[in-house]
Nanobody
Framework: QVQLVESGGGLVQPGGSLRLSCVAS????????MGWYRQAPGKQRELVAS???????NYVDSVKGRFTISRDNAKNTVYLQMNSLKPEDTAVYYC???????????????WGQGTQVTVSS
């Protein structure tokens, strides 16, 4: 079994910052790409940021220059530093990781349970 557990969400005023963390645990052989998605009420889930095992990153245009994704491979952890938060960043944020559990098993997508981020004055 593999689990992803997120933390760090909450309520913050516009212009504020939050740092999300996601730890992967369980029967992990290798973790490939990791990323953060978000889903606002009435909207589809969207990819916010992703990072390869080697550290290459990608961001949706709306968060470029404000959010930074990083990972610690030794700790099986991915982070999302969110600065200059705006009300439109309000959503449930989900961690995603592509993980293999053995030499002969395929790579599967795993998801965290989600953490609420609310940006409001």
């Amino acid at each position: 079994q593999v689990q992803l557990v997120e933390s760090g969400g909450g309520l913050v005023q516009p212009g504020g910052s939050l740092r999300l963390s996601c730890v992967a645990s369980g029967n992990i052989f290798n973790i490939y790409g990791m990323g953060w998605y978000r889903q606002a009420p009435g909207k589809q889930r969207e990819l916010v940021a992703s990072i390869t095992r080697g550290g290459n990153t990608n961001y949706v245009d709306s968060v470029k220059g404000r959010f930074t994704i990083s990972r610690d491979n030794a700790k099986n952890t991915v982070y999302l530093q969110m600065n200059s938060l705006k009300p439109e960043d309000t959503a449930v944020y989900y961690c995603n990781a592509r993980i293999s559990t053995g030499w002969t098993t395929g790579i599967k997508d795993y998801w965290g349970q989600g953490t609420q981020v609310t940006v409001s004055s």
